[in-house]
């Protein structure tokens, strides 16, 4: 018996469980600290919803063998770039939302072309390259944030009448506005359906798209692409569709999380956001070269709950903030470890 529990937790993983172990105390200090668990956990869902489909952009580049996207910022940037236009032209409610992701998914698909062409040049070194490419076009942006032509009010620094500011609130255009579609109320735990339902549905459309043709070419490239390329697959092809929709998910998925978040925040503010992103998908179980919907959703529950709970347990115990020690302890840790391969395994 001994023996079998010892043998499911080594296939759980030891990261993984020991994080998941860290998230049960955290929960245990919680109770014994008379803290509004309800609350704990209504925020935990809300940022699950939040960041789901980011950490499900993930997906498509480990599934077609260009590993872990860290130049998810550029796909970051056309979301933000789709929501500032819909905001320039006053576009609120669903059809500025709506607005916002076709524009971002628009500008996804041209940026994840090129990003695509540009990985086929360095096989082998996509990760490293990828995240010089988050980093450049973050920089680059900050230049542009201040020269781009936009006239709201909303947007720009009201000294000197030009430049888009460092954040810039959703109140008047979409604030929440699937967080609040059809939400309830359990026992006091708000649940988010609007954002929960549109990142299962949207784990579900890609889960349906690797059953397709397509789908199964990109994942038997990431597989062997040299088994694809011998059964007729272009694997050069098939890895700038990988990037193309990995690209189009983050640009859509950041929209999905500023309108949760009520802000859109520019200049340096995407630069790391791809690292505990990363993590989320790492802590779920995925490796290197193999991730399913299934790490996608563990993961995320995992490390954002952790997220969430962290500040105000630690903060009671200890009078101050170690939530974003803790974060960047995880995530850079579970990506060394992932790297490293323990044993053939990740996490």
């Not at 998908?281 to 991730?291: D, K, N, Q, S, T």
Request: net charge positive; glycine share 12%; with cysteine.
């Amino acid at each position: 018996m001994q023996k079998k529990i010892l043998k499911q937790f080594i296939e759980f993983g030891i990261a993984r469980s020991i994080i998941v172990l860290f998230v049960i105390v955290l929960f245990i200090l919680a109770i014994l600290k008379d803290m509004q668990i309800a609350e704990l956990i209504s925020d935990s869902l809300a940022r699950i919803g939040r960041n789901g489909i980011l950490v499900l952009a993930l997906l498509p580049g480990v599934r077609g063998g260009i590993g872990l996207n860290f130049g998810l910022p550029l796909g970051i940037i056309c979301g933000l770039i789709g929501m500032l236009v819909g905001m320039e032209f006053d576009w609120t409610g669903l059809s500025g939302f709506v607005s916002a992701l076709s524009i971002a998914g628009g500008l996804g698909v041209l940026a994840g072309w090129g990003y695509g062409v540009l990985l086929n040049k360095v096989k082998g070194q996509e990760m490293m390259v990828g995240t010089y490419v988050g980093f450049s076009i973050v920089s680059f942006m900050c230049l542009l944030w201040l020269l781009l032509p936009f006239s709201n009010p909303k947007l720009i620094w009201a000294l000197g009448g030009k430049g888009l500011r460092v954040t810039i609130s959703l109140a008047d255009y979409y604030p929440k506005i699937l967080d609040d579609f059809l939400s309830f109320s359990i026992f006091n735990v708000t649940i988010p359906f609007g954002s929960l339902l549109f990142f299962v549905l949207f784990c579900f459309f890609v889960s349906l798209f690797f059953r397709s043709r397509w789908g199964r070419a990109i994942a038997a490239t990431g597989a062997n692409a040299q088994f694809a390329k011998a059964n007729g697959i272009n694997p050069n092809q098939t890895r700038v569709w990988s990037a193309v929709l990995s690209t189009v998910l983050a640009a859509i998925g950041i929209v999905v999380y500023n309108q949760s978040f009520g802000f859109v925040q520019l200049y340096t503010a995407p630069l790391l956001m791809a690292f505990p992103i990363i993590a989320c998908l790492l802590i779920g179980g995925a490796e290197v070269g193999r991730a399913t919907i299934t790490h996608v959703i563990l993961g995320t529950v995992i490390f954002q709950t952790l997220l969430t709970i962290a500040l105000p347990v630690t903060s009671a115990f200890i009078g101050g903030d170690i939530s974003e020690t803790a974060r960047i302890i995880i995530s850079n840790g579970i990506i060394l470890y992932a790297l490293a391969g323990v044993k053939g395994k990740t996490a």
